[in-house]
């Protein structure tokens, strides 16, 4: 009779689940969320864009390109915060009490992102365009 390759452990004393599972089941909810979340932050600014396009139609130019692509890469460098949060937050709490929360995290998140998105326009960008 063949032993089994992993051992067993007493009912309800299971072991604990490694780091490559928490981080896989945090990335198994925030990567397909991070498309909605691009397309929401270039909604934002495709609606200032047609909002007030007489006043960017000079803006559109190679140096510009290479801004927004900076700044697209910088906001999803900044989605990837919520690993830090998510992560030991699964370690600290059951996942029937954690999973469910997540969602607000996630909303709490875009929301900041918006207002982020919204000043950095209104503040750094739109007066600057001649």
Request: charged share 10%.
């Amino acid at each position: 009779m063949a032993t089994p390759s992993h051992p067993t452990t007493p009912f309800g004393n299971s072991p604990p689940a490694c780091l490559r599972t928490f981080f896989a089941d945090a990335a198994r909810f925030w990567e397909p969320r991070r498309i909605l979340y691009n397309l929401v932050l270039a909604a934002v600014v495709l609606v200032w864009i047609v909002a007030s396009w007489p006043h960017f139609r000079p803006a559109f130019n190679l140096p510009s390109l290479g801004a927004l692509v900076i700044l697209g890469l910088l906001a999803n460098a900044c989605y990837c915060a919520a690993y830090f949060i998510d992560i030991p937050l699964q370690r600290s709490f059951p996942a029937i009490r954690w999973k469910p929360r997540r969602a607000a995290l996630w909303w709490l998140g875009m929301l900041l992102a918006l207002l982020m998105a919204n000043y950095w326009i209104t503040d750094e960008i739109y007066p600057y365009v001649r």
